[in-house]
């Protein structure tokens, strides 16, 4: 389960950095939320595979996440777009995320096959 908090953390920290920069083209100094905010994003996601989520589930649900909260947060903080074919999208991107968490667990349960390079 920690792990899951790592992930969550990162994606939150993540979410507010790049709402910063959006900030940050009018009010230079929101820069300094934006290099802290990835730097603790990254090393968050790093925790994350130093307990062994794979990196492609991490990453991916990381990255979705993060498209997703933007443009809902962007759409309440900035009066940004929030379009129905924009939530057609995200429904894409968790059917995408899913598969490939679903495709991991698979991975990991599947017996060696003679002459599999790992």
């Given at each position: 389960?920690s792990r899951w908090l790592?992930?969550?953390?990162?994606?939150?920290?993540?979410?507010?950095?790049?709402?910063?920069?959006?900030?940050?083209?009018?009010?230079?100094?929101?820069?300094?939320?934006?290099?802290?905010?990835?730097?603790?994003?990254?090393?968050?996601l790093a925790?994350?595979?130093?307990?062994?989520?794979?990196?492609?589930?991490?990453?991916?649900?990381?990255?979705?996440?993060?498209?997703?909260?933007?443009?809902?947060?962007?759409?309440?903080?900035?009066?940004?777009?929030?379009?129905?074919?924009?939530?057609?999208?995200?429904?894409?991107?968790?059917?995408?995320?899913?598969?490939?968490?679903?495709?991991?667990?698979?991975?990991?349960?599947?017996?060696?096959?003679?002459?599999?390079?790992?």
């Amino acid at each position: 389960m920690s792990r899951w908090l790592w992930l969550g953390g990162a994606i939150v920290v993540e979410v507010v950095a790049t709402l910063s920069l959006r900030a940050a083209t009018e009010q230079p100094l929101w820069y300094v939320s934006v290099v802290v905010g990835y730097l603790a994003s990254f090393l968050l996601l790093a925790g994350v595979l130093r307990r062994g989520m794979a990196i492609g589930v991490a990453y991916g649900i990381w990255g979705a996440s993060g498209v997703m909260l933007t443009a809902v947060a962007a759409a309440f903080l900035f009066d940004e777009a929030l379009t129905p074919l924009m939530g057609l999208g995200f429904a894409v991107i968790v059917v995408g995320v899913l598969l490939v968490e679903f495709g991991s667990h698979r991975a990991e349960g599947a017996p060696e096959r003679v002459g599999d390079v790992r």
